[in-house]
């Protein structure tokens, strides 16, 4: 036998796994995601790694397929990203602000609004100068703050002993109440009988978070006693001074106009005359569907991260909580339930059940933006509005960590230590934003369901009610009836005048079943009948109504947060029923202090 003929080596058909060696996997780049939404680590995708057909990473791809760019292209992104390009851009933006700043404080028209454009004016600018050091370096001034702050506040409180500092925090409180109480002179419209009851309502109101409490051993005193603090102080800077009513004024007016644009904009274009009147499924969710997109665009730009990185470490230092609850419970008096979840969605299936519990409670303790001019029309007065969902922010926290106290590490807790993929599947701007109008019919979609089942129900149930009624002589037996009895001592508890109990309490109760917008037609119509409330019980029945802690507001939440976290349903579902006790009687408390602090 003649011996074979020698073929040649053909390395690759042998050794197929061998053709090409795929580089050490390097750590993803600060963008990416580390942690998934289902608490899983960060896998390696193939935008990393080559793919197991031997085809070359992602990264590694021929940029410009179609040749080189050609010199104009590469002169101009030269110049873009040049420094002195850089500098000068900023230095025209920074003039840009400077020119809006000046003539509103020189001319006389608009001088009454130096507040607010000096706020915003220096807030940009100085973010500017400072970001990633640009500028001016960051260093020194956080040292010098951090010095004087150790020096005078940090060190010698830390001196004191545990039981030392919970003495202090609690003479500090009883202070502040009882001196706001007693300590402003009385006037017919506020009596020292009337704010005695209002105060006492205040601390019943916080024993029942207290004895509500499903961990009562694991309760943080920060967050509480310093909620409760600012819930008093706030009140005391609105009903005794201009300057802090003016800015939350104007950030109010502001988010209600964002918010307008959704029906201005897109719900007009679809429905023409329908839009701006009102209508839940028109007006409401073409609002949502546009922040949502809204919100998704500005996180893939990277606000969001931002943002929560600074509420991170402001809040955890003040009240001792996670960055991502500092901004859901800041926005809620402005964008409300729902949309405020949207600014976290990025964290929301990382969250712990304290932290979920906390966005629901803020939802249902506050009212939006986008019902504040509607309230205004119906004669609600805009100083109430306002000045009870700011104080509702600290009080929703306080309350929160009361009921269901933090027990794990949340993620966002005094800083981010994970990073976020913000950006997604999106490759530009224009694809976030339209990622976002999606999530937004989604979002809108879960409400409009959950809504329609819970009012159904609650409309199966009066009409039973109202059945079993006629039988015992009993005209139109509903839930808001036995509701209004059953809030009777609450109200009671707020400082109404006791001839008006009963009517004050049938509003609240209509509130919790129905809703708020109800509610506040049913006081408009009280004022203007022939036996109208007096000016102290609508002081407190519009600081009392200014929730959305009603039944219908239960659906909206769990529909929202359940479409954003998937993952988390099962414990939202769990945590709505009391999150919404909490929201009502977070909302009874900014009440009280009204009652305390008001006259008219």
Not at 149 to 165: L, M, V
Not at 408 to 429: F, L, M, R
Request: proline share 5%; glycine share 8%; charged share 15%.
């Amino acid at each position: 036998m003649s011996a074979p003929q020698s073929q040649p080596v053909n390395n690759e058909a042998l050794v197929p796994s061998q053709a090409y060696q795929p580089p050490t996997t390097a750590p993803p780049p600060a963008d990416h995601d580390t942690v998934a939404d289902d608490k899983h680590a960060y896998t390696s995708s193939e935008r990393d790694l080559e793919s197991s057909s031997g085809k070359p990473a992602i990264e590694n791809i021929e940029s410009h397929p179609d040749g080189e760019p050609s010199r104009f292209t590469r002169a101009f992104k030269a110049v873009r990203h040049h420094k002195a390009t850089r500098i000068a851009f900023d230095f025209a933006l920074i003039g840009l602000i400077l020119g809006w700043w000046l003539p509103g404080i020189i001319r006389e028209e608009t001088r009454h609004k130096w507040v607010i454009t000096t706020i915003w004016s220096w807030f940009f600018i100085l973010l500017i100068l400072f970001h990633n050091d640009r500028y001016l370096p960051k260093k020194p001034f956080a040292n010098g703050i951090e010095f004087v702050w150790t020096r005078i506040a940090a060190n010698p409180w830390s001196r004191i002993p545990y039981y030392g500092k919970l003495a202090v925090g609690w003479i500090a409180i009883l202070a502040l109440f009882l001196g706001s109480a007693f300590g402003i002179k009385e006037v017919p419209e506020s009596r020292y009988a009337d704010r005695a009851r209002s105060l006492f309502g205040v601390f019943l109101i916080n024993c029942a978070f207290y004895a509500i409490s499903t961990k009562r051993r694991h309760i943080k005193l920060q967050p509480v006693l310093t909620g409760i603090g600012l819930q008093m102080i706030i009140g005391l800077l609105v009903f005794k001074t201009g300057a802090f009513y003016s800015v939350a004024r104007w950030l109010g007016f502001a988010a209600a106009d964002l918010l307008q644009q959704g029906i201005n904009g897109g719900a007009s274009f679809f429905w023409n005359d329908l839009a701006g009147k009102h209508y839940f499924f028109i007006d409401t969710l073409s609002s949502i569907i546009f922040f949502v997109a809204l919100v998704v665009l500005l996180s893939y730009i990277g606000v969001m991260s931002w943002c929560v990185k600074k509420f991170a470490w402001f809040f955890f230092k003040l009240m001792g909580i996670s960055g991502a609850e500092a901004v859901v419970a800041a926005a809620s008096p402005f964008i409300g339930q729902g949309e405020n979840a949207v600014l976290v969605q990025s964290f929301l299936d990382l969250m712990t059940n304290a932290e979920l519990f906390q966005i629901l409670v803020s939802g249902f303790s506050t009212i939006a933006g986008s019902v504040f001019l509607a309230y205004v029309g119906m004669g609600v007065s805009p100083t109430h509005l306002i000045t009870s969902a700011v104080m509702s922010i600290p009080a929703a926290i306080a309350a929160s960590k009361m009921v269901v106290p933090e027990t794990e590490n949340p993620v966002t807790q005094g800083s981010i230590n994970i990073e976020i993929n913000e950006k997604g599947d999106a490759v530009d701007p224009l694809h976030a934003f339209s990622n976002g109008a999606w999530l937004g019919v989604k979002v809108a979609a879960l409400i409009f369901c959950n809504v329609l089942c819970i009012v159904s129900l609650l409309s199966a149930v009066n009409g039973l009610l109202t059945w079993i009624g006629n039988f015992w002589t009993i005209n139109e037996l509903t839930l808001t009836l036995i509701v209004g009895y059953i809030l009777y001592p609450l109200v009671w508890c707020m400082g109404v005048p006791k001839g008006e109990l009963l009517r004050v309490s049938q509003l609240l109760a209509t509130k919790v079943i129905a809703n708020e917008f109800v509610a506040y037609g049913q006081l408009q119509k009280i004022r203007e009948s022939a036996f109208p409330l007096s000016d102290r019980s609508v002081l407190i029945s519009n600081f009392m109504l200014a929730g959305f802690g009603n039944i219908g507001s239960l659906g909206i939440n769990i529909g929202v947060l359940s479409a954003l976290a998937p993952s988390r349903g099962a414990a939202i579902a769990r945590l709505a029923p009391l999150s919404l006790l909490t929201g009502i009687l977070v909302t009874c408390s900014s009440a009280c202090i009204a009652g305390i602090l008001g006259t008219a």
